[in-house]
């Protein structure tokens, strides 16, 4: 599994050195030569330079069904079509986008390309959570990083099904905020049965995020 970035500057490098670090292998697509021949030497990664709006050039990238694609071109058109074209002709599932014009996300969620993204911080989250947990719908990260909050999909066989929420016993530090349930929002209690296929809405300290994840099953 590989996540490809698409595009240049100073977020795509930074994303980059941030998920190298962890131990993920990256691809760049770019058309700005001297940026391909920069990061080349800096970082340890696989450069494609051309234009990622041609399929011959994405297809340079190797991408599979497992990988992950980020487009974070300056021109959301581009975005879209790099977007469009890693679903509809290599089937990648799991596909990002930064949308420059707010104008424009609208046009992104009908197509079913959701995510704005605006920092480094937030895309290096989302993406880092889409690779390890996949019941992990969403995760964004406030007050300068000291708190986090998470939507967790309750699936089948979970064995939070059925239990009141004050016999769950989260950790200390976390708490459900909400449950979006059928469509519904609901503000929980302790007497609250959770069930399947509830979406919890949970805050918590940044330290305690890990325990979180380990308390829900579901760290990588």
Do not use: W
């Not at 890693?86 to 969620?109: C, H, Q």
């Not at 089948?156 to 059928?182: C, D, H, N, T, Y």
């Amino acid at each position: 599994m590989k996540v490809i970035l698409v595009g240049e500057g100073k977020l795509v490098y930074h994303l980059a050195r941030s998920l190298l670090s962890k131990g993920y292998n990256v691809t760049i697509v770019s058309k700005n030569r001297e940026f391909c021949e920069d990061i080349s030497k800096t970082l340890k990664l696989t450069v494609v330079n051309g234009d990622p709006t041609k399929i011959g050039v994405l297809e340079s990238a190797e991408p599979t069904k497992e990988d992950i694609l980020v487009a974070l071109t300056q021109r959301d058109q581009d975005n879209l079509m790099v977007c469009q074209l890693a679903r509809n002709m290599f089937t990648m599932g799991r596909v990002f986008s930064l949308v420059n014009d707010p104008d424009n996300l609208e046009i992104f969620k009908k197509l079913g390309f959701v995510y704005s993204i605006s920092t480094t911080e937030i895309l290096a989250s989302m993406v880092e959570q889409k690779i390890s947990l996949e019941d992990i719908i969403n995760l964004i990260p406030v007050e300068e990083g000291k708190i986090s909050i998470l939507e967790v999909d309750i699936k089948q066989g979970s064995p939070m099904i059925g239990k009141r929420l004050g016999e769950v016993g989260f950790p200390k530090g976390a708490l459900i905020g909400s449950i979006i349930r059928q469509g519904n929002v609901l503000i929980p209690h302790g007497g609250t049965v959770l069930e399947e296929g509830d979406r919890l809405l949970i805050i918590s300290l940044a330290e305690v995020q890990p325990e979180v994840l380990k308390f829900l099953k579901i760290e990588e």
